[in-house]
Structure formats: C-alpha cells, structure tokens
C-alpha cells in the first residue's frame, strides 16, 4: 500500500518533539552569535509563518513537523562543527558569512548556501562541515 504523507507536514515522534523547545532555544542562541537577522533565521527555519516564528522565540513551541527538527538537528550540527575545527568562537561564528571558495560554496558564504531555504542545503554545508573535520575533505 502507497503511502500518501507529504513528509515536510508529518509530526515529529513526540519522543523527539519533547525536545523541540530547547533546540530551538539552542538555535536562536545560535542565531545570535552568528549575528542573523530574524528573516535569515526563518529562512533557516523553514520560513514559518511570523506569528509562529515569535511564539518559537518567546518559547511557546507547539506540535512541530519532522522538517523542523532536521533543520534544527542539521543547525546544531553545523554549529557544533565549527566550534571543533575553530576554537576561537569568535572565527567560528564569522565562518558562516565569509565567502568560501570550496567547491561546495562556489565563493558564496555557507550563510548564502543556506539562506536558499531548502533543507538539503542545510545539509550540504553540515555534510561539508564533518567531511572537514573527519579529514576526507
């Protein structure tokens, strides 16, 4: 039987979704430290809708989907990334804007990669992130 969910709707397991308040708080410190405006967070959340968008921040999370929590856990680990490969928090936070000449990056910042809105660029730059750190870059 064909299964007919569109998988950026579906719930998260709510063993997962239990989370989602502090990852997101997590996330909008993040935010902070790599200096985004609230569009570029949003963008980097899926583009909620605003009034969603500032019930998150003011902590009020709800019932959250499954692309929501991919975003956040591929957030996370970009963030946690750069902390390992650059100690200095400070170049580890200015890492996302500046302009990159690998190939994933085209000279574009990892920020611009991700601001597209799609997940897997979200992806891309997580993947790019452990490929460094693991030494296969």
Do not use: C
């Not at 998260?12 to 430290?33: C, G, K, Q």
């Not at 998150?56 to 692309?67: E, F, L, N």
């Not at 302009?99 to 601001?115: E, I, Q, W, Y």
């Amino acid at each position: 039987m064909e299964s007919h969910v569109r998988p950026s709707r579906e719930r998260a397991p709510a063993d997962l979704a239990v989370h989602a308040p502090a990852a997101l708080r997590t996330v909008f410190h993040i935010a902070e430290s790599w200096q985004l405006s609230a569009r570029e967070t949003r963008i980097l959340l899926g583009s909620p809708p605003e009034s969603t968008f500032y019930k998150w921040k003011a902590g009020k999370v709800g019932v959250v989907s499954r692309d929501l929590l991919e975003r956040v856990s591929y957030l996370l680990g970009i963030y946690k990334a750069l902390q390992l490969l650059l100690p200095d928090p400070d170049a580890a936070d200015a890492w996302v804007k500046r302009p990159n000449d690998a190939p994933p990056f085209n000279g574009r910042s990892a920020l611009d990669v991700m601001r597209s809105g799609n997940v897997a660029d979200l992806y891309l730059v997580r993947q790019y992130l452990d490929a460094q750190r693991s030494g296969w870059a």
